[in-house]
């Protein structure tokens, strides 16, 4: 499959370059906003085309899909532009800044018939799907709680746009409240119906919220806290899921790389679990490429974005009002 790069970012640069092409994708395009900065993403990382224009690169009948990596606001043109140039897309979550911006773009590709996916990696993460497992086989018995610890450090060369820039959707809740919402999605089967939050700038954030506190309630009763930041650098991350029959403790797996552990406590003892430790990035390609052959869903649906975002815009709504909002997912 040919792909084109829209976006000449750090995660093309550290992933999803290695990822696409470990699963034979062919990089023939990378468009940046800067004819100097294409050239050199372009020279760097051995792709024969760089691009300013995304009309002429999407006019190319060669390229196949677009994979979409700038900054948030841009999501939303870009990922039309390139469905109704006919090119699959994947794009990076936050998916848009608004809702029906994103339902949007889901009917934009299914009119046009063609897959259109978000990069939500860590439900493709062998430990995720290992607790998945856990929980739908029913060794926890029914599910009581799942607290979500994914409270981090930014890295000084991500310390841009990201905290300081509401117009490029920055802030923790679009960057890693997404993510949670996507885990507790994957994790639990079922969409958060409302949420209680608190948000705040801890020492980083400059006009938008560095850390964010929640609690999200859940059609089974199951009660979900999510605690997401920009600011800890020892905290460490992780997640725990409580049931009636058992506890699953799963450490350090909030992450990009396939490491952490995953342990079970029932009334047998403490049982540390296997999982496969495969890259989650080119997994989420695998899939993709498999969806666009007919073969399945992408991993995480353009339909899981448009999720994953209503639950995050909830929780900065509800930390804004101080009130507890239902979640809208759109129409
Ligand atoms: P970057 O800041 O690295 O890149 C975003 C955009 O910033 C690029 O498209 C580029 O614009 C511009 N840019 C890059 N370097 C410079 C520079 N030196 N000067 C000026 N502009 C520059 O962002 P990330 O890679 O961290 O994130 C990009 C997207 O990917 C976001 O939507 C983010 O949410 C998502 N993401 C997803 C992850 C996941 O695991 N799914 C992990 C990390 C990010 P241009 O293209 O015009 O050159």
Request: hydrophobic share 45%; charged share 20%; aromatic share 4%.
């Amino acid at each position: 499959m040919r792909w084109a790069l829209i976006g000449a970012s750090t995660i093309a640069r550290q992933y999803m370059i290695g990822a696409i092409r470990a699963e034979h994708g062919e990089i023939s395009h990378v468009l940046s906003a800067s004819a100097e900065r294409a050239r050199a993403f372009a020279a760097e990382h051995h792709i024969s085309a760089s691009a300013t224009d995304l009309d002429t690169l999407l006019a190319d009948p060669e390229i196949d899909a677009v994979y979409i990596s700038t900054t948030n606001e841009k999501h939303l043109l870009q990922a039309l532009a390139a469905l109704h140039a006919g090119k699959h897309v994947l794009c990076e979550k936050p998916l848009a800044l608004a809702v029906d911006h994103a339902v949007a773009m889901v009917r934009a590709a299914k009119k046009a018939g063609l897959v259109f996916a978000t990069n939500h990696h860590l439900r493709c993460s062998g430990s995720h799907r290992a607790v998945r497992e856990l929980i739908m086989s029913g060794r926890i018995g029914k599910v009581l709680s799942l607290r979500l610890h994914h409270a981090v450090f930014l890295p000084p060369h991500l310390q841009g746009w990201r905290i300081s820039s509401p117009e490029s959707g920055g802030g923790v809740i679009p960057d890693i409240t997404v993510h949670d919402a996507d885990v507790a999605r994957f994790l639990l089967g079922e969409d958060p119906v409302s949420v209680v939050a608190q948000m705040t700038s801890s020492g980083l954030g400059n006009g938008v919220e560095d850390s964010a506190m929640s609690v999200w309630t859940m059609p089974s009763g199951a009660m979900v806290m999510s605690h997401e930041s920009f600011t800890h650098p020892f905290a460490g991350s992780g997640l725990e899921v409580h049931g009636t029959q058992g506890s699953i403790f799963a450490r350090d797996v909030m992450t990009q790389n396939p490491i952490g552990s995953v342990e079970l406590v029932t009334g047998s003892g403490r049982q540390t679990i296997a999982f496969e430790q495969h890259d989650l990035y080119r997994e989420g390609v695998r899939r993709f490429q498999a969806a666009v052959a007919g073969e399945g869903e992408p991993a995480a649906t353009g339909l899981d974005g448009v999720k994953s975002l209503a639950v995050a815009l909830a929780v900065r709504d509800a930390a804004e009002r101080g009130v507890r909002i239902a979640v809208n997912y759109g129409d």
